[in-house]
Nanobody
Framework: QVQLVESGGGLVQAGGSLRLSCAAS????????MGWFRQAPGKEREFVAV????????YYADSVKGRFTISRDNAKNTVYLQMNSLKPEDTAVYYC????????????????????WGQGTQVTVSS
C-alpha cells in the first residue's frame, strides 16, 4: 500500500518557523517529482513548492518564495518543506504529493498531475 505521511505541522507565531516532512512508504518515489500544496478554509488547494526527482530543480509559489525551501532525501524516501518567516496567511492544511509521471524534464505545479497524496498536516500561524 502506497502512503505519503506528512508531519511537523503545528501552531506557531508569526515570524516563526516550521519544518514539514513527508515520508513515503510502499514504493520509492526517487524518480518522481514531489510537491507541496496547501488548502486554507474556504479556499481551493493551491501549489506551494515542487522539487524535481533529481533534486536539481525547485519551483515556488510567489507567495512563499524566499521564505520556504523544499528538499528531498531519496535514500529516506522523504521530502521536506522548511518554512521560515511564517505569516498568518500561511495558515492551511499542507499536503505533499507525488507526480504520476517519472523522470520528467520539468516539474509541474498543476494539481491534477499528482496522483499520490498524503492526508495533510495543519499549520496555524497566529498574529
Amino acid at each position: 500500500q502506497v502512503q505519503l505521511v506528512e508531519s511537523g505541522g503545528g501552531l506557531v507565531q508569526a515570524g516563526g518557523s516550521l519544518r514539514l516532512s513527508c515520508a513515503a512508504s510502499g514504493r520509492t518515489f526517487a524518480s518522481n517529482d514531489m510537491g507541496w500544496f496547501r488548502q486554507a478554509p474556504g479556499k481551493e488547494r493551491e501549489f506551494v513548492a515542487v522539487i524535481s526527482w533529481s533534486g536539481g530543480s525547485t519551483y515556488y509559489a510567489d507567495s512563499v518564495k524566499g521564505r520556504f525551501t523544499i528538499s528531498r532525501d531519496n535514500a529516506k524516501n522523504t521530502v521536506y518543506l522548511q518554512m521560515n518567516s511564517l505569516k498568518p496567511e500561511d495558515t492551511a492544511v499542507y499536503y505533499c504529493a507525488a507526480d504520476r509521471t517519472p523522470l520528467k524534464l520539468v516539474p509541474t505545479t498543476r494539481l491534477y498531475d499528482y496522483d499520490y497524496w498524503g492526508q495533510g498536516t495543519q499549520v496555524t500561524v497566529s498574529s
